[in-house]
C-alpha cells in the first residue's frame, strides 16, 4: 500500500511542475500586455500612424476579445484536455503578440489585439482549474497566490527587458523588437509546456495507478479535484444561489475598481510619464519600484494571512 504522506509527497512534486508552469505563463501574459505601453514611447504610434483617439481603441480593443471568450473558454476548459488546450493556447498567444510587430494601421493593430484579448481570457480560468485539480482546499489560496504573483514579476521583468531592448535601432523600430523578442519566448514556453504539462492526476505519469488514486482520493474528500460528470451537471438552483449570494456581488465589484485604475496605469503608464518630462528609456525604469512592492505584498499576504482589502490595493497598484 502507498504510504500517505508519501502520496502528498509526490502528488505535490507533480503538481509543483503545474504551478511552475502557471507561474511562468502568467509571467509572459503581463508582459506581453504591458509591452504595448512601452511600444507607445517607442515609436509604435508614428509607425503605424494613430491619431486622435485611435491609441485609446487600439488599447481597449484587447478587452473586448477577452470579454467575448471569457465564457465560452470555461466550457472548453472543462471538456478538453486543459494541459494541450491551455499550451496550444499560449503558442497561439505568443504568435499574435508576433504578429503585432508587422502591423502597419489602426486597423491591423485593432485586429490583432482582439484576438490577443481572445487567447487571454483562456489564461487565468484555466489556471484556476489545473490547480484545483491538484490541490485541497487550504492548500488552493497560496498556490494561487504563487502563480499570481507572477503578473507583478512579469512587470519588472518588462521594464528591465525594455530598457535593454529600446536601445536596438536597426533593422527594425524599438517598439517591434519588443512584440518579436517577448512573442518568441512565449511561443517556445508554449512548447515546453505542452511536453510537461499534464491534463489531470490520471495522465501525469509521475505516479502508479495505486498512488494516483490516493491523489485523486485527497483533493476529492477536501471537496475540489476534476469535476465529474455529476458534478459539472447544470443545476438553476444553483444558478439561483449564485446570484443572490452577497459575496458574488462584492467579488465584482472588487473586480470592477481595481481593474479600471489598473488596466488604465498598464496601458497609459509610459505616456504618462514621458509627459512628465522623462524619456522615453527612463519611462520603462520608473514603475519597478511599483512592480516590486506588488509582487512582494502579494506574496506576504497569502503567506501571512493578511486582510484580503491589503491583497487588492496591491493588485491595483494603488501603493505607489
Known sequence: ????A???????VESNVSIDADLARKNFNFIDKTILSSASVFGLKTDTHLVGQQYSWVSSVFYFGYLGWAYPTTYLIQRLPVGKYVSIN??????????TASCKTFGGLITVLSLLGVAEATITPAFVYTTSMWYTRDEIPVKTGAWFAGNSFGGLVASL??????KIEEPLSPWQWLFIIFSVATGLWGIIVLLILPDSIESCGFLNEEEEKCAQDRVVVAGTGKASKETSQWKCEQVFE????PKTWFFFAISICTQIPNSGT?????LVLEGFGFTNLETTLVALPSSIITFLTILTRYSVHLPLATFAFAESGLYI
Open 1 to 4: 500500500m502507498a504510504d500517505a
Open 90 to 99: 499560449t503558442i497561439i498567444w505568443g504568435t499574435l503578440v508576433a504578429l
Open 242 to 245: 449564485y446570484f443572490l449570494d
Open 161 to 166: 527587458a525594455a530598457h535593454g531592448i529600446g
Open 6 to 12: 508519501s502520496i502528498k509527497s509526490k502528488s505535490d
Open 266 to 270: 498598464q496601458n497609459f503608464d509610459n
